[in-house]
């Protein structure tokens, strides 16, 4: 029905940089919320970044001033610019979107996620 597709993760070292990129496919109507959470070894999943379709954006505050967030309506992608990479940030991350798709000719909402990628940053 949608996919939702991370690329980007990998090794980096502290202080270094990664960009994470996500791209929504399927049947889609729209897209209203596109953003990234994560989930670290031994804790719960949470928001790291999201951005509406109006432009609103929000940021955890463990990540303010380091990571921007990006979308492309027209392609239907969002990224994630991280820099300055610190240890705890490693984890992995999970792309979601709030998505209003066409299925039997009704439209319908989907809460959409990816499958995650890791980002280990370590020396």
């Known amino acids: 029905q949608v996919q939702l597709a991370e690329t980007g993760g990998g090794l980096v070292q502290p202080g270094g940089s990664l960009r994470l990129s996500c791209a929504a496919s399927?049947?889609?109507?729209?897209?209203?919320?596109m953003g990234w959470y994560r989930q670290a070894p031994g804790k719960q999943r949470e928001l790291v970044a999201a951005t509406t379709s109006g432009g609103n954006l929000n940021y955890a505050d463990a990540v303010k001033g380091r990571f921007t967030i990006s979308r492309d309506n027209a392609k239907n992608t969002v990224s994630l610019q991280m820099n300055s990479l610190k240890p705890e940030d490693t984890a992995v991350y999970y792309c979601?979107?709030?998505?209003?798709?066409?299925?039997?000719?009704?439209?319908?909402?989907?809460?959409?996620w990816g499958q995650g990628t890791l980002v280990t940053v370590s020396s």
């Open positions: 979601n979107a709030l998505i209003v798709v066409l299925r039997d000719r009704l439209y319908r909402p989907v809460d959409a």
């Open positions: 399927g049947s889609i109507a729209r897209i209203n919320t």
